[in-house]
Every structure is written in structure tokens, then in C-alpha cells.
């Protein structure tokens, strides 16, 4: 993993990291949220009990009964206890206590406090009530702290939750995480895989171009220096030469090819096209030499069989194919090529490839050793032929499988989108 990946790695934990973070912060923020408004409401459920008593006193009395332990006290405007149910000779200035203060027309005072007569703590709660103020206070004492505290399972059920929602989006993160990874190291992989096919290809175009190159040289550097070459030698050597220059010209249009359709296929345009029309203009290109090896074409093909493509991958498709078929399947074989739905055959009754080499004669600069001309060793080709066929096949969105005939020859079964 090269230093970008790496820095890619370390943003991506940081940021993963960073939301965990913020995640994590509002869950939390949320819970004690919830907390608050708990607690808050259960105030004011108390709140709606002690208002209640106060009711029942301003009715009934201060001498009124309650089901639980309630101090009353009964207060001038200006704070002084005109009435206290525990201490009836309290006379204690109650103006600058919270609940006092708080309290108005409008609304009751509340306050919970620590008490000093009674040395206590009490929920107090003050209510207007004419021209005096009806207090009304009980015990806070563990049952009372208990009700305002938020519920022990409510805050273990909301850990557990947040634990387990963090539990849940950092799997998630992780996951993602670990696909992106993933899918970063095939972009790294595919990345160095294709810097060695380049390196690969670089490497055996230069093979390749060696091989034709030093013949050609060779041939005119004999031409040249030779002024006494008999005419006979020397129409040998210039006819080599000029079959030297159709190999390169055959090489460099088929790199063309692959290059194109691999690098910039959307460059490529496409068209309606008459498939009989470009295999019709393939045959006639090879008509005489089809015709020096006593060879025989069946062209099956319907008049109106079309298919959306680029004319010259098309073209290049059949040309290659018919050329192979003209060097290595041998004199007085068959060509054949028919059409069904959607399937395109083509086969020749010729030389077939050894079986154990089938997988291999779409690979790019693949040879079977010495195989030409229905012979072995004269002109081994490029090697590009069907690799060229498989990508332009590839590139129309098709697929292109070769088999060894029963009867004899080889059988090449495109699948592509024609209509007729």
C-alpha cells in the first residue's frame, strides 16, 4: 500500500472516529435530555399534588386531613404565619423564603429546601389565597427522592440502548469501512495490474517489432551494399522486405486496435450496421488469396441482419478471423459463417489448434508455436489477431467462445446483439 493509500486509510479512521464521536455525544445528549424533562415532569406532578392540599385548605380549613404527613401553614401577605400546623406558636418572618418570593396571583411559589425549625428537608409549595398565602410542605425524604430521581432502569435501558446503537453504527462504520478498504485496494491492485499489463505490452511490442524490423534492415542493407546481387536475389530480398513492412503495418494496426478499445472506448462511435454488408467487403478483400488455396466461403448470413456497432471493430472481427483462417487452416478448406438470433457461427473445416492451447489464442502476442500456412515456421503473424477480436466482441457487449469441430476445423460462437 503506496503513501496515498495509507493517507486515505488515516482519513477515513479519522473521519469514521469523528462520527463515532458526534454519535456518541448525542446519544448522550439525548439521555440527559430525557433525564431532565423526566424529572421535570415528575415535579410537576408533585407540584399538582401540594396545589391540590392548598385547594382542600383554602375549602375546608387548615385542620383539613391528609393520607400523608402535610405541614400547613397559613401566611400574611408580608410573610408573618398567622397558622402552622406543627408549631402553632411560630412566629417566624417567612418573606425572604424562595416559595414566598416566588409566589403570585399568577402563579404558586415552590421551592425545595432544608427547613430550621423542623431541621429537615421539605417540598414546599405556596399558593395565594385571598389576602394570605396557604403554604403547604412534605417531608423530602427517600420516597419523595426516589419519585423526582429518574428511574434506575430508564438510565440502565438507556446505556444499553446507546451502547447498543453505538454498537450497531460502529459495526456499520466498520463494515463500510472495511468495504471501501477493500474496494481501494482493487483500485490499487487494478491499478498496479494494469501498469504491468502496460509494461507487459510496452515490453512485447518492442519484441515484436524487433523481429520485423531486423529482417527489414537486414534486407535492405544487403540490397544496398550488394551492387552485384544477381536480379534474382534481389527481387527475393525486396519481396521479403516488402512482406516485412505488411507485418509491421498488420502490428501496428492491430495495436491500434486494442489500444483504442481498451483506453478510449468511449470514443468509439457506433452506428446501425448491414453485418453481411462487412462481411461481403471482408471476403472480397480476401477473394484472391482465398482463391490461391482452393479455399471455399459459406456465407450464410441473412440480407438484413443488423446490429448497433462501430463498423471497423466489426470489420476488424471478421477480417481477422478470415485471415486466420487463410493462413493456418490449409488449402481446399471451408469457411462458413451463419447466423441465429442473437448467435453469430463461424468455422472452418481446416487445421484445428492443439486442445491443451484453446484457452490461450485470445491472449495478447499469443502464437501457437510455429503454426502457419497450414505448415510450421514460416510466418508466425502477431499475435494480436483474436485478441483484437475478443475486445472489439467485448466492446459491442458481447462474448466469443472457441471449440475444436467434431467434424475438423475450429469453431468461433459470438454472441451479439443482431436483428434481422
Known amino acids: ?32 435530555y430525557q433525564m431532565h424533562s423526566e424529572r421535570n415532569y415528575k415535579k410537576l406532578v408533585l407540584k399538582t399534588r401540594l396545589e391540590g392540599y ?26 408573618s404565619v398567622l397558622f402552622d400546623s406543627e408549631d402553632p406558636g411560630l412566629s417566624s418572618d417567612h418573606s425572604k423564603r424562595p416559595e414566598f418570593l416566588e409566589c403570585s396571583e399568577d402563579r404558586p411559589g415552590w421551592a425545595i429546601r432544608h427547613s430550621e425549625t423542623e431541621g429537615r428537608d421539605y417540598c414546599y409549595l405556596t399558593k395565594m389565597d385571598g389576602d394570605r398565602i396557604i403554604r403547604v410542605a412534605v417531608p423530602y425524604e427517600v420516597d419523595l427522592k426516589h419519585f423526582l430521581r429518574s428511574d434506575t432502569i430508564y438510565i440502565i435501558v438507556g446505556v444499553l440502548l446507546l451502547l447498543f446503537f453505538l454498537g450497531l453504527i460502529g ?19 487494478e491499478r498496479r495490474n494494469n501498469k504491468r499489463l502496460k509494461r507487459d505490452m510496452t515490453h512485447n511490442i518492442a519484441h515484436e517489432l524487433r523481429t520485423p524490423v531486423s529482417s527489414l534492415r537486414g534486407y ?54 448491414n453485418l453481411k454488408e462487412i462481411v461481403d467487403s471482408v471476403l472480397d478483400e480476401f477473394a484472391e488469396k482465398i482463391e490461391s488455396r482452393k479455399m471455399s466461403v459459406e456465407n450464410l448470413l441473412p440480407e438484413n441482419i443488423h446490429m448497433t456497432g462501430n463498423p471497423s471493430l466489426l470489420y ?44 490461450k489464442i485470445f491472449e495478447r502476442f499469443y502464437r501457437i508455436p510455429g503454426m502457419s500456412n497450414g505448415k510450421w515456421g514460416e510466418d508466425a503473424g502477431s499475435g494480436l489477431g483474436l485478441s483484437v477480436v475478443r475486445n472489439a466482441v467485448d466492446f459491442h457487449g458481447g462474448d466469443i467462445k472457441a471449440r475444436i469441430r467434431k467434424e475438423g476445423g475450429l469453431e468461433f460462437d459470438m454472441t451479439l446483439n443482431c436483428r434481422f
Request: aromatic letters at 8%.
Open 220 to 273: 535492405l542493407e544487403a540490397l544496398t551494399d550488394c551492387e552485384d546481387m544477381d536480379e534474382e536475389r534481389r527481387r527475393l530480398f525486396t519481396q521479403r522486405a516488402y512482406l516485412q513492412t505488411l507485418r509491421l503495418s498488420d502490428l501496428l494496426r492491430d495495436i491500434g486496435l486494442v489500444t483504442k478499445i481498451e483506453e478510449s472506448p468511449e470514443l468509439i462511435q457506433q452506428e446501425d450496421v
Open 54 to 79: 392548598a385547594d382542600r385548605i383554602a375549602i375546608f380549613g387548615p385542620e383539613v386531613s391528609f393520607n400523608e404527613e402535610v405541614r400547613v401553614t397559613l401566611l400574611s401577605k408580608e410573610g
Open 316 to 359: 476488424a472481427i471478421f477480417r481477422n478471423l478470415v485471415e486466420n483462417s487463410y493462413k493456418y487452416a490449409g488449402d481446399g478448406s471451408l469457411i462458413h459463417i451463419e447466423a441465429s438470433k442473437g448467435k453469430l457461427t463461424y468455422y472452418d473445416t481446416g487445421v484445428a489448434v492443439p486442445a491443451d492451447m484453446l484457452d
Open 1 to 32: 500500500m503506496d503513501l496515498n493509500m495509507k493517507h486515505n486509510k488515516s482519513y477515513i479512521q479519522q473521519l469514521l472516529l469523528y462520527m463515532a464521536v458526534v454519535v456518541g455525544v448525542f446519544a448522550l445528549a439525548a439521555s440527559l
Open 171 to 189: 459495526r456499520s462504520m466498520l463494515k463500510g469501512y472495511k468495504s471501501l478498504e477493500d474496494a481501494l485496494n482493487a483500485v490499487e491492485n
